[in-house]
């Protein structure tokens, strides 16, 4: 499974979750959960399943929690603390929107979700961001709450994604005599793509786009069967038509970023650089996350998740995170 380049610290218990939200007569609401055993109120969450990636746990632990599919959003300050028992905890969260009819595919290729018991989530309320501040029992839970506020009141909040990634590992060049479009992914990239999965449903991924090349295809062919969706490829994200053409990629990608539909697009390492310097253009100081800026930009298999608020020449990427497969 995916996991985010933070580590598995030894004694950690790590776990994730999402601060839910949505609009009613135009004010925002979000949901709490009420937990007995605690006789606490808390944001939904949960901890990792052994070798879950955090945003399939975030969306699995959600749904369990308050009954309803969701799709993560902007990524937002993460707590760390002590369990009673004396554990340290380490909890990643996310803005997060209620499913939609047009998130049905990617919600379908998560699996089945069982819902909690009412001995461990006894009672889900939808409140103003207010009144949840004076509900929260643990007074950190309020830092993820006033960053959702501020992404509201910028008109941040609601966003769609980008999502790039660069193919799984291929047959090495000098082993490889059928021809560049040909060299095939080893069974760690297909591995490795398999592991893409169920963090591309979190992000609500509804579109692909790819190089035609074999790599890149079989890449984002385990999402594609996942969900159903069609595979569109472009020649214009190869790496000889980068080479001669990198006008195109950029207007590709540029015209991604203003109308995003929440798209994977997969290509190559040598044509990292342009696509990376597209999406550079849309950020802003207050962006969080950084793009990676050396090269090879991405390992093979991984994802940078782009964030964008706003369509057309308004669009903006609020955040970025990035996702990688260290377990297979």
Do not use: N
């Amino acid at each position: 499974m995916l996991a985010t380049h933070e580590g598995t610290s030894l004694g950690v218990v790590h776990a994730a979750g999402a601060v839910v939200w949505r609009e009613q007569s135009g004010r925002l609401e979000v949901a709490l959960v009420h937990r007995p055993r605690y006789q606490d109120w808390s944001w939904p969450k949960g901890k990792l399943d052994p070798g879950e990636g955090v945003a399939a746990a975030a969306v699995r632990e959600v749904a369990e929690e308050i009954g309803v599919p969701v799709v993560l959003g902007v990524p937002l300050p993460g707590l760390r603390y002590r369990t009673p028992d004396g554990r340290g905890k380490a909890v990643r969260y996310w803005s997060a929107r209620i499913a939609e009819e047009r998130d049905a595919v990617a919600v379908e290729a998560r699996g089945t979700v069982r819902p909690a018991e009412l001995t461990e989530i006894d009672d889900v309320v939808w409140v103003s961001t207010s009144t949840a501040a004076d509900l929260l029992t643990r007074r950190t839970d309020r830092a993820p709450l006033k960053v959702v506020e501020s992404l509201w009141a910028a008109d941040r909040l609601r966003t769609r994604v980008l999502a790039v990634v660069r193919h799984g590992q291929a047959r090495p060049r000098a082993r490889w005599s059928g021809g560049e479009a040909s060299r095939p992914l080893t069974p760690l990239g297909r591995a490795q793509s398999e592991a893409l999965v169920p963090a591309l449903a979190a992000f609500g991924v509804r579109e692909i786009v790819t190089s035609p090349w074999d790599r890149c295809v079989r890449t984002v062919e385990p999402y594609a069967s996942a969900t159903g969706l069609p595979v569109t490829t472009l020649e214009a994200l190869t790496e000889s038509a980068h080479a001669s053409d990198r006008a195109t990629v950029v207007a590709v990608l540029t015209d991604h970023l203003a109308h995003a539909r929440d798209v994977l697009v997969s290509t190559h390492r040598p044509v990292l650089g342009t696509v990376l310097d597209v999406i550079g253009e849309s950020t802003r100081r207050w962006t969080v996350g950084v793009l990676p800026t050396a090269d090879p930009y991405l390992r093979t298999g991984e994802v940078l998740v782009a964030h964008v608020a706003g369509a057309g020449r308004s669009a903006r990427v609020v955040a970025l995170e990035h996702h990688r497969p260290p377990h297979v």
